[in-house]
């Protein structure tokens, strides 16, 4: 098992910046990947971004590339992302997701069910 909890939500305005964490503990030797989706109201839950945890390497959603940043320290088990230049459409609950795997692959992966565990969301609000 893999317990993972999310920090740093908040109400912005447009333009400004916000900081996402993500920590986690339990079993993560066998964390390949971590991701970052979130799910505005009466949406579905959409990919942001993720980065492989050994190698740091990272891919982004198009509405955000350019603005967001996943970064990991393996030292902390915690995953991090940087907002900038927020949009009042990047409103959403913010959820970090960890996947296991006994098997690493350079690939990335993007879909809900990709991802074995959750955090409990965080909610950002970006105002205009």
């Known amino acids: 098992q893999v317990q993972l909890v999310e920090s740093g939500g908040g109400l912005v305005q447009a333009g400004d910046s916000l900081s996402l964490s993500c920590g986690f503990a339990?079993?993560?030797?066998?964390?390949?990947?971590m991701g970052w989706f979130r799910q505005a109201p009466g949406k579905e839950r959409e990919f942001v971004a993720t980065?492989?945890?050994?190698?740091?390497?990272?891919f982004y959603a198009e509405s955000v590339k350019g603005r967001f940043t996943i970064a990991r320290d393996n030292a902390k088990n915690t995953v991090y992302l940087q907002m900038n230049t927020l949009k009042p459409e990047d409103t959403a609950i913010y959820f970090c997701a960890a996947r296991e795997s006994s098997i690493r692959v350079n690939i990335f992966y993007t879909l809900e069910r990709n991802y074995d565990y959750w955090g409990q969301g965080t909610q950002v609000t970006v105002s205009s």
């Open positions: 980065i492989r945890w050994n190698s740091g390497r990272t």
């Open positions: 339990g079993r993560i030797d066998s964390i390949t990947h």
